[in-house]
Nanobody, 124 residues
Framework: QVQLVESGGGLVQAGGSLRLSCAAS????????MGWFRQAPGKEREVVAA????????YNADSVKGRFTISRDKAKNTVYLQMNSLKPEDTAVYYC?????????????????WGKGTLVTVSS
């Protein structure tokens, strides 16, 4: 059984930092990317950042460029999202996901596995 288990969410003040972790298990992810998505109340789920498991190429949404950094530890089968300079509009449930991307990285993609999510609340 494939499992993606997020941790690290919580309450933080604007300008603060959090580090999310996603522990992956159940299969090899060599042919996948791992990514972070988020969904705020009343809004659609959106991609935040993604990293190719094998090659390490990354994608960052415009809204988080310069503030968030995605990384992976292949030995630990874990992907991280370091979130700095947090803003109230970053408040959302953050989901770890594994999927496949064709062509330009993250221009076209499909998600195969989702985690259950971890809540990040940024207060003003």
């Amino acid at each position: 059984q494939v499992q993606l288990v997020e941790s690290g969410g919580g309450l933080v003040q604007a300008g603060g930092s959090l580090r999310l972790s996603c522990a992956a298990s159940g299969r090899s992810f060599d042919s996948y990317f791992m990514g972070w998505f988020r969904q705020a109340p009343g809004k659609e789920r959106e991609v935040v950042a993604a990293i190719n498991w094998s090659g390490g190429n990354t994608y960052n949404a415009d809204s988080v460029k310069g503030r968030f950094t995605i990384s992976r530890d292949k030995a630990k089968n874990t992907v991280y999202l370091q979130m700095n300079s947090l803003k109230p509009e970053d408040t959302a449930v953050y989901y770890c996901a594994a999927g496949r991307s064709s062509g330009r990285f993250m221009f076209t993609y499909a998600i195969d596995y989702w985690g259950k999510g971890t809540l990040v609340t940024v207060s003003s």
